[in-house]
């Protein structure tokens, strides 16, 4: 018993000692979802104080998270990789329609150096565009290991 409490406070004492870095939210696999869910989830993490690590894949309504904390508080792995596209609905015959509006929104929310690189890929279509590697790494801090 007396090794079992000596390990919890080992525990209890590393955790309490941990970098804010360990606290960051961590982006692994998040396939997106709907705008407004993902807009009102990063509001809250960016009155947490909390920053981001982006780990992996991030795509569609995922990579919100770019246009609503601040960039010093987003770092990026050698993992990371966002996927952009136009938003959507679901028409009345429940095919995907693209929703311009939407997309402006979504597009001008994104910070400068976002932008140019979707710009210079055509922007925003139903055609699905990979953001990784150097290009994600310039515009983004790498986190720390």
């Known amino acids: 018993m007396k090794r079992w409490m000596e390990l919890l406070i080992t525990m209890l004492v590393l955790a309490g000692s941990c970098s804010s870095e ?3 939210v961590r982006i692994a696999y998040d396939p997106g979802g709907r705008i407004g869910k993902y807009i009102d989830r990063y509001e809250r993490l960016r009155a947490s104080g909390r920053d981001v690590m982006i780990d992996g894949f991030c795509a569609s309504a995922c990579t919100i998270v770019l246009a609503t904390l601040p960039s010093n ?9 966002l996927a952009f596209h136009a938003a959507w609905d679901i028409g009345h015959r429940g095919q995907p329609v693209t ?3 939407a997309t402006r929104m979504i597009y001008s929310m994104y910070p400068g150096p976002v932008r140019r690189w979707i710009a210079q890929r055509g922007g925003l279509t139903r055609r699905t565009i990979f953001l990784s590697g150097g290009p994600l ?9």
């Open 73 to 81: 508080r987003i770092c990026v792995t050698s993992r990371a990789e």
């Open 137 to 145: 790494q310039a515009m983004y801090r790498s986190c720390p290991v």
């Open 99 to 101: 929703n311009p509006g």
């Open 22 to 24: 360990a606290a960051a």
